[in-house]
């Protein structure tokens, strides 16, 4: 794998985990009263990566960086030579959130789902997208409970 491929792949991992655990971070949310959607924008930095299984499994930390704070989180994917498969769940106070996504190495372009949730995530669903930038993985979580 070239080392941009290799960059962006543990760059978006942590994009990943961030959007799950990004919901820790709601203050820099939007939602509508009526519908419940909630949206949550983030740059994700990945912290730590284990090393693959021979089949392509890989665990990484990261941090989420939006506008009112900093969160934590985890993520476990399974990467190929042209994407990498992740799922994600993000915990904090109000439950847990969860997604799947992949993330394209030719494009650097994220693309997935909230899978759903716990107490206040409980039945979420939506979408997760993002693409690389200079900080790190930008992220958007759009989701409704």
Known sequence: M????KRFSLGAIALSTSVALGVVGLG???ATASAKSHTIHFIAVATSLSTPTKSGAFYESYV???SH???DGVLSCVASTTSW???AAGADSNGILDSHFTISLTTGVLTGTVTGGTRTYANATGTVSGKEVA???AVTVVYTT
Do not use: P
Request: hydrophobic share 25%.
């Open 135 to 137: 900080a790190g993985e």
């Open 64 to 66: 989420a960086v939006s």
């Open 85 to 87: 498969t992740c799922d």
């Open 69 to 71: 704070s900093t969160t």
């Open 2 to 5: 070239s080392s941009k491929a």
């Open 28 to 30: 820099g949310a939007t």
